[in-house]
């Protein structure tokens, strides 16, 4: 590729330098791009800008806009075999799954069109005789979006698409990892008629593309999804000039099991839950909570399970845990497993790399007796790593759930429906899961409380991230008052 993606065509970096993505399962080269520089986001930002001004996209009726959306959903649909392989061969994730995420990007994109003909304000009909009040939702400008490797294409479809539903335009900086699925969005969305110049993407380093983004006085608002340590630089230089800042940051999510659950039920979904996407992934359900009468049968079970599931070459159709992203990855998730070893919990399977003549690969590992103070109940360890805890009451459950700094998602397992509703008012996370775990819609709202994030992404409130109110008040007829 070699180049970014600027006013509707690839282009150049100013430096002319280039880096390389490795696919973490073979160990090859994937592709070359172009190592941004402040230049290049300056170049991209005022390209942005120029098109959100003066262009045409922000006085796009919706349903025009609509219409390019609903295209680049129909062209990420026919690109799916190759946006998927594109994906895995960057991400380490196994291939069927890509290309489930790159349907559910185009259906994104669809949803997203839906709501560009929905971007309504309110009229006040009743301030007074001869007053009318109207509160208008209009674009809010340049949006920067700084995306993540574990989703790349997903994720930057959680973003653009409701950005540009109202009519904002976009500087996006995919992950360094991981950016060749985002830059090819951006060609497919200009083949669906999205102007020059409405979407850029610069592709580099956090240090210095991101933060350049992040502090930049030409954009109006920031969506940034990855790590809590990076959101929380990435609010402070959006801080220091005032701009509206989203961020979908970090989880550890607890999945409950209560004793009266349909436990033949809950198997599945709890090993899914911990291991898709090789646990990297924000809504892992990595902490699980058993109530103490079923702790011993459904650890055992849980154990039986993990020990099937297929891990290796993410190429394979029938491989359901593909590679870790990369050696710091695989190092932190290391550290995670001896700290549990060394603070006496219990390793009951997995726990090592798996050896492999390329890529790294890490066996799906269950940790029992953890005890609600150490690391690995409490830390995001973003690996295929579970940390199983009992309780005896849904007090103490509750408790436990709540007593990390995240709050993004939390999945349990009852039959009891006055249990499912008082463990979800109590549950301090911004989507709860009853009998099931990790489901996703378009028209449901995600984020997190507390230190898992700020804002929400999907859903009719999505766009609101992207909109400014404007006031408008006018008087009808004659005017009865005067100051003096
Ligand atoms: P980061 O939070 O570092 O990366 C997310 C994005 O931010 C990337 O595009 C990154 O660029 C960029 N970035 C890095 N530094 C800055 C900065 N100062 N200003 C603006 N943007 C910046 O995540 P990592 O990839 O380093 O992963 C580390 C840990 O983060 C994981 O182990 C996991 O715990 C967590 N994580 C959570 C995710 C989630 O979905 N909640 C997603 C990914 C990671 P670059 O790629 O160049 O670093």
């Known amino acids: 590729m070699e180049k970014h993606w600027i006013g509707g065509k690839y282009v150049r970096g100013a430096k002319g330098d280039l880096f390389t993505t490795v696919s973490p399962a073979h160990d090859t080269t994937i592709g070359n791009y172009a190592l941004g520089s402040e230049q290049d986001v300056h170049t991209a930002v005022q390209s942005a800008r120029t098109a959100f001004d003066s262009g045409p996209w922000p006085h796009m009726s919706g349903q025009e806009r609509a219409q390019v959306l609903c295209a680049t959903a129909d062209l990420i649909h026919i690109h799916c075999e190759e946006l998927a392989r ?147 630089r990435v609010a402070a230089a959006a801080g220091r000039n005032l701009k509206r800042c989203s961020l979908e940051l970090g989880g550890k999510n607890p999945h409950i099991i209560f004793a009266d659950a349909d436990l033949d039920a809950a198997l599945d979904p709890v090993v899914f839950g911990v291991y898709f996407n090789m646990g990297e992934c924000c809504n892992s359900g990595s902490r699980l909570l058993l109530q103490e009468s079923i702790a011993e049968e459904f650890t055992a079970r849980v154990l039986e399970l993990a020990r099937t599931v297929p891990v290796g070459d993410p190429l394979a159709e029938d491989t359901k845990v593909g590679a870790i992203i990369n050696e ?85 397992w009852t039959s009891n429906v006055d249990t499912a509703f008082e463990v979800s008012r109590r549950v301090r996370a911004g989507t709860i899961w009853i009998n099931c775990f990790m489901e996703g819609h378009a028209e449901l709202p995600f984020g997190g409380y507390r230190d898992s994030g700020l804002g929400r992404e999907l859903g009719r409130f999505s766009t609101d991230e992207f909109t400014e109110l404007k006031t408008v008040q006018l008087h009808i007829g004659e005017q009865r008052s005067s100051w003096l």
């Open 328 to 412: 710091p990855q695989l190092a932190k998730i290391n550290e995670y497993v001896q700290s549990g070893k060394d603070l006496g919990a219990r390793l009951r399977t997995g726990g090592r790399q798996i050896p492999t003549l390329n890529g790294r690969f890490f066996e799906p590992t269950v940790f029992d007796g953890v005890t609600p103070q150490m690391p690995i109940a409490k830390e995001e360890i973003f690996g295929p790593v579970l940390s199983i805890l009992t309780f005896r009451t849904l007090d103490e459950a509750i408790q436990i759930a709540n007593d990390t700094i995240y709050g993004l998602s939390a999945g349990l």
């Open 86 to 232: 594109l994906e895995t061969l960057e991400s380490g994730k196994p291939i069927t799954q890509a290309k489930a995420e790159m349907e559910t990007a185009a259906d994104l994109w669809r949803y997203a069109a839906t709501l560009a003909r929905h971007t309504v304000g309110e009229a006040y009909n009743s301030l007074g005789e001869n007053k009318l009040g109207l509160v208008l939702r209009e674009p809010a400008g340049v949006a920067g979006l700084i995306t993540p490797w574990n989703f790349p294409l997903l994720i930057i479809s959680q973003k653009l698409p409701f950005a540009l539903a109202v009519g904002c335009t976009a500087v996006i900086k995919p992950s360094e990892l991981t950016p060749g699925t985002t830059l090819k969005l951006a060609a497919l969305a200009h083949e669906a008629g999205v102007p020059p110049g409405v979407i850029n993407v610069v592709t580099g380093f956090g240090n210095p593309v991101g933060a350049c983004i992040a502090e930049h006085e030409d954009i109006d608002v920031i969506s940034f999804t990855g790590s809590t340590a990076v959101g929380r």
